[in-house]
């Protein structure tokens, strides 16, 4: 048939959706359906073979949302806001452009040379769903997954704009790519273990499952979804105008900064982006929808878990700390900042401990003294902290009994309708993950050996990073399949480099990105193949559209990130680029400020002996004992259901997009989040099923798109507008310390 299908069945079946047959087989056996209640009810026990995946529609709409989204998503990642565009934009907006290629693509049959008697065509007929998905793949890899950018451009990024020194294209696209793709090798050799068992059900691919199989259905209403889309589209992109460029005031409303304009305590309260943020709004759905993605997708019952936590961090753990007890002499430095300090309250110059090596300085460092952390960050640390060790004890308490037992089950158990269809398809040779971990490492290698001089890291270095990333890889992809929680090794991994190899700043960051990136790339590749699973996409098509859209998706990261750090002035400096800048690179600081901390000067001499912040480490203890109460309180107290709904790893870590985060980010995102999933789930069922989705692509595309032509029609030339709207927030004072006798440039002194 005419498609530019390569991939076909080894084993062709016919199949009867109405009636679930395969082969003449009934689907519904009881033994054979799905374990997971919830698989049962999302997924469909059909499939047919015969639809077409390797069309022309799939390739051109698959590599344009690519290349588009890892564009736009590093363009936002130097914002202030850094909109991050995901999957489900592409999932809304490709589905009328598909359907209309469709309709218009000449169905004309050809041959194609070297290939035989085989026809195609670039259109073999109506757009079906498995080439929605396939683009959809392509897309996740475009946004990193979600994450928005490649993580290692942060390394390019850092060693630019921050540090003020050099890396070759040629090293940074290397550390880009194969830190991007080194977890792929061994997380296909994991497929068999946490893909193919039904009880390894992946909760968060079955959202996705239900989406495609909604917008697939009938449209016939006057309203379609399709209409909505774009003139929600338009009134976004239309009115992004105000707050992007004409009106920036009206990304953070801090009212009351404007009452108390010579109060310092007041502005530290009130602020939205240098404060604590209370009674802070916005009118900027890129301050909605940054960091913590649109609050439109999120549950009602994680926007609780977050929103309690957040108070209790932020209202309350901060403002004793700060205010009642001073600890570690807070009032010195600001409440809410990510920047580092010298003891009397001034920012610490990073570059004048850095030797001609990109080693640290220790005579430098010694006459600076030691770095101080604005109490907001500290904590952020301290919570971080308290959050890994938490979710560890908290999933083996409460969910240990239950991996253990799917773990076992997965062996045991027969297989289910979904791995029997996938079966008809031709599976990916191991080889082939082979071949990619082998030479994915010998590049890494080559990296670490012969360009050592740009990224610091030493071979050994790598070795230890990647054989952590193998250990942890399977036991957190089956946390994650049958919980929906992943914990992270960041902290461990920049904790361990630094106490093993301090003094130099790349080589942590990159022994991070190897030792945690590989992991987080390889749990997002079995997510997707369990995607891939449930909608029945043939295995070699998952793979190569992985592989092909991660390595595209890279690329364009780093030539956009190259492009804007040699063509914008001061980009990331934000006391020097104009007030109304957007470029001021808040997540690339945090990145920074890490590898400073657990780099450049290393824990010891900060969470250390040598430091100030020993007593950070107890939130170690703190994280780990606190799932323990609560699952004794559950085991004493069993008829009382609201205890096992007390998840300590979410309130504690309901902060941990903080920074870059900020409070106005927060604020925006619970309200938005309460109004759409409570209150219009609850009441307007039938509107938000319809169109909740749809309005959050819609909302992401307008701002992403206008913000585009903003920066091409005025944003190059700097032309701007200049009148009270467009002079920040107007909250100066909120970065100004309280304590007595502390002088800092523009603050008064107590």
Not at 36 to 58: A, G, H, Q, S
Not at 105 to 133: A, C, D, I, Y
Not at 358 to 376: P, V
Not at 618 to 624: D, L, Q, R, S, T
């Amino acid at each position: 048939m005419g498609s530019l299908e390569v991939q076909a069945p080894s084993n062709p079946t016919t199949l009867d959706p109405e009636k679930h047959v395969i082969n003449g087989e009934n689907a519904a056996d009881a033994d054979e359906l799905s374990p997971i209640e919830e698989v049962r009810l999302t997924v469909t026990n059909t499939d047919d073979p015969t639809l077409p995946v390797w069309t022309f529609r799939m390739w051109f709409l698959g590599l344009l949302s690519c290349a588009l989204l890892s564009f736009l998503n590093q363009f936002f990642a130097y914002r202030t806001e850094p909109l991050i565009i995901t999957q489900i934009t592409v999932q809304v907006a490709t589905l009328p452009i598909g359907q209309f290629m469709a309709a218009v693509l000449p169905r004309t049959q050809f041959k194609l040379p070297g290939v035989g008697s085989r026809k195609f065509s670039l259109n073999p007929g109506p757009f079906n769903m498995k080439e929605h998905v396939l683009i959809s793949i392509f897309a996740n890899a475009g946004s990193a997954f979600g994450s928005g950018s490649a993580y290692a451009v942060g390394i390019v990024t850092i060693i630019k704009a921050f540090y003020g020194r050099s890396i070759s294209f040629l090293a940074a696209w290397l550390l880009i790519t194969t830190t991007q793709v080194l977890g792929y090798g061994w997380a296909g050799l994991l497929r068999k273990y946490v893909v193919e068992p039904a009880h390894m059900w992946w909760p968060s691919t079955l959202v996705q499952v239900s989406l495609f199989r909604a917008l697939h259905e009938k449209d016939d209403r006057r309203m379609t979804r399709a209409k909505f889309f774009l003139i929600v589209l338009i009134c976004s992109f239309s009115w992004y105008l105000f707050p992007g460029y004409l009106f920036t005031t009206l990304t953070s409303i801090s009212w009351i900064c404007w009452i108390f304009s010579k109060s310092v305590t007041a502005q530290q309260i009130s602020s939205g982006l240098r404060g604590l943020g209370l009674g802070a709004l916005t009118l900027d759905w890129s301050a909605v929808a940054s960091f913590l993605f649109s609050p439109l997708i999120s549950p009602f019952f994680a926007i609780v878990n977050v929103f309690v936590g957040y108070v209790l961090i932020i209202y309350i753990a901060i403002p004793i700390a700060y205010w009642g007890l001073d600890l570690y002499n807070a009032s010195r430095f600001p409440i809410f900042s990510s920047h580092l300090f010298t003891s009397r309250g001034q920012k610490y110059n990073i570059t004048a401990i850095v030797n001609d090596k990109f080693e640290i300085d220790l005579a430098k460092y010694e006459e600076q003294g030691r770095i101080n952390l604005s109490m907001f960050f500290a904590l952020t640390y301290g919570f971080g902290f308290a959050t890994i060790a938490s979710t560890l004890t908290h999933v083996a308490l409460f969910y240990g009994r239950e991996i253990y037992d799917r773990y076992r089950a997965s062996y045991k158990g027969k297989e289910d309708i979904h791995t029997r269809l996938m079966k008809n398809y031709k599976d990916i040779p191991s080889w082939w993950f082979y071949i990619l971990l082998i030479a994915t490492f010998v590049v890494s290698l080559v990296l670490c050996i012969f360009l050592n001089d740009q990224v610091q890291m030493p071979w050994w270095g790598l070795l230890f990073a990647g054989a952590m990333a193998f250990v942890f890889t399977l036991p957190i992809s089956i946390i994650t399949a049958t919980t929906n929680q992943t914990p992270g090794l960041n902290i461990i991994t920049e904790y361990v480099m630094g106490l093993i190899y301090p003094g130099r700043p790349i080589a942590n960051v990159c022994f991070k990105t190897y030792g945690y990136m590989s992991m987080a790339q390889a749990v997002s590749f079995l997510n997707d193949f369990k995607l891939g699973h449930y909608m029945k996409i043939p295995p070699r098509s998952m793979f190569l559209v992985q592989f092909i859209g991660t390595v595209l998706a890279g690329t364009i990261n780093l030539a956009v990130a190259w492009w804007l750090l040699n063509s914008i002035e001061n980009i990331c400096q934000d006391d020097l680029l104009p007030a109304d800048s957007p470029w001021t690179c808040p997540g690339d600081r945090v990145f920074f400020d890490a590898s400073v901390i657990w780099g450049l000067v290393g824990p010891k001499r900060i969470f250390g002996s040598l430091g100030n912040y020993r007593a950070m480490n107890w939130f170690f203890v703190g994280g780990a004992l606190g799932p323990v109460i609560v699952w004794l309180l559950h085991k004493t107290f069993p008829k009382q259901s609201w205890i096992p709904l007390i998840n300590l790893p979410v309130l504690l870590g309901a902060t941990g997009m903080m920074p870059p985060a900020t409070p106005l980010n927060y604020n925006a995102w619970i309200i938005v989040g309460t109004i759409f999933n409570f209150f219009i789930f609850r009441y307007r069922k039938q509107w938000w099923q319809r169109y909740n989705y749809i309005l959050s692509a819609a909302l992401d595309a307008g701002v992403a798109f206008m913000a585009i032509l903003l920066y091409f029609s005025v944003g190059i030339e700097n032309r701007s507008v200049t009148w009270w709207g467009t002079d920040g927030e107007h909250c100066e004072l909120a970065t100004c310390p309280t304590a007595k006798g502390i002088m800092v440039e523009g603050c008064p002194v107590n």
